[in-house]
């Protein structure tokens, strides 16, 4: 069945640098999500990216989908400390099913 | 997210008994899953529906079951609760299969 990967699994910075976290399918996707789930609480839905090699941006926030629609990253310019939580990346699969990567926790150092 | 409601909370229960966990929603969406949550693990589909009365199974089913009679709610069914199913369980649902809206989770425990 589809997995969906997730890379690094943990990551901690100064505040102030940036981070990146990559996502892979082991199948094509016809589009990818981006969440955020901050500690103590639940998955926030942040973005979809459809198109082949679409970039966009939110804020401090860049979300890129690859070229071959298996690939993604969420690169986060100049952390701050609200940036704290675990970010995971969803695509949908078979039979209407949605399935998460393992997600990447971030923590960000005043 | 506003419309989505779990209930309950937060639940205690011994080892071999039943429990039901409802995710209720106002938002009209077709799609609504049941996912758990375990550190190391991630987000791990139970089951899900993609209609009234139609569902399947996700990738960790074994010892569940669901209903869903109706679009507002979801049921999951622990039919016999083990420790092992002792996790932080999510609702969400979706107008597609291309989104998810979580409701705030169902820490459940089994002693």
């Known amino acids: 069945g589809q997995q969906v990967m997730q890379i690094p699994q943990y990551q901690h910075v100064q505040e102030g640098e940036d981070f990146t976290t990559y996502c892979n399918s082991s199948?094509?996707?016809?589009?990818i999500q981006w969440y955020k789930q901050r500690p103590g609480g639940h998955p926030v839905f942040l973005i979809q990216l459809v198109k082949s090699g679409e970039v966009k941006k939110q804020k401090r926030l860049t979300f890129q989908f690859g070229e071959a629609k298996k690939n993604s990253s969420l690169h986060i310019t100049a952390t701050q400390t609200t940036d704290v939580g675990t970010y995971f990346c969803a695509g949908p699969g078979s039979n209407y099913k949605l399935t998460f990567g393992k997600g990447t926790l971030l923590t960000v150092n005043p | 997210d506003a419309g989505i409601t779990q209930s309950p909370r937060h639940k205690v229960t011994e080892t071999g008994t039943p429990v039901t966990l409802r995710c209720h929603q106002t938002?009209?969406?077709?799609?609504m899953y049941w996912y758990r949550q375990d550190p190391g693990h991630g987000l791990r589909l139970i089951h899900y529906s993609y209609g009234v009365k139609d569902t399947d199974k996700g990738e960790v089913s074994d010892g569940y079951s669901v209903s869903r009679s109706k679009t507002e709610d979801f049921l999951l069914t622990l039919e016999s609760a083990t420790s092992s199913q002792t996790s932080v369980y999510f609702c969400a649902t979706g107008r597609t299969n291309t989104e998810a809206f979580f409701g705030q989770g169902t820490r459940l425990t089994v002693v």
């Open positions: 938002e009209n969406h077709r799609y």
């Open positions: 199948t094509t996707l016809s589009n």
